[in-house]
T-cell receptor, first 113, second 114 residues
């Protein structure tokens, strides 16, 4: 069963704490993505990973970093979380070819207080 | 940069009524981007509903359809008769350039009343 799994589903953190969001996929897709979604806005791309240790900034990378040490696993890290990072975070994966379909995870809802 | 604008939600319709969710796009890096509709049901991730990669073509899935209109740069989503199970958030999106990066609209929440 092809899927992208995100953990945790819900998370509450205090401002200044570190946050780790995890994403796994079982399709051996080379490319993985982290997006965030806020009310009234489309999903905004934070980072793209083209394969292990091959990561590029997306449109809104400030305040985030990522780690990809295994092809099937892609982490999003918030060092010293801020209240404006409260959002729903989606991970996705796709084959590397153009026009490939994405497979999305169910999202992690993060609240920073 | 690229952008997608779609009907602002929420949209509420009664079961068996027709539906149209408007989507217009602007792609700066390519003349004819690939166009998509994704759907997110409650508690689930986004799923691909339909896609069209050739201007002038129509895509369809689960009773929904959308036509790629390059003259009006639009990709409106339509369904003749909605069901309560169609209640979800619908996202219009495009891919342009070589990195398979999706640009999304803000999403349209659809509520279908029985």
């Amino acid at each position: 069963d092809m899927k992208v799994t995100q953990m945790p589903r819900y998370l509450i953190k205090r401002m200044g704490e570190n946050v780790l969001l995890e994403c796994g996929q079982d399709m051996s897709h080379e490319t993985m993505y982290w997006y965030r979604q806020d009310p009234g806005l489309g999903l905004q791309l934070i980072y793209i990973s083209y394969d292990v240790d091959s990561n590029s900034e997306g449109d809104i990378p400030k305040g985030y970093r990522v780690s990809r040490k295994k092809r099937e696993h892609f982490s999003l890290i918030l060092d010293s979380a801020k209240t404006n990072q409260t959002s729903v975070y989606f991970c996705a994966s796709s084959p590397p070819t153009a026009n490939s379909d994405y497979t999305f995870g169910s999202g992690t809802r993060l609240l920073v207080i | 940069g690229d952008s997608v604008t779609q009907t602002e939600g929420p949209v509420t319709v009664s079961e068996s009524e027709s539906l149209i969710i408007n989507c217009t796009y602007s792609a700066t890096s390519i003349a004819y981007p690939n166009l998509f509709w994704y759907v997110r049901y409650p508690g689930e991730g986004l799923q691909l509903l339909l896609k069209v990669i050739t201007a002038g073509q129509k895509g369809s899935s689960r009773g929904f359809e959308a036509t790629y209109n390059k003259e009006t740069t639009s990709f409106h989503l339509q369904k003749a008769s909605v069901q309560e199970s169609d209640s979800a958030v619908y996202y219009c999106a495009l891919v342009s350039g070589s990195f398979n990066k999706l640009t999304f609209g803000a999403g349209t929440r659809l509520a279908v009343c029985p």
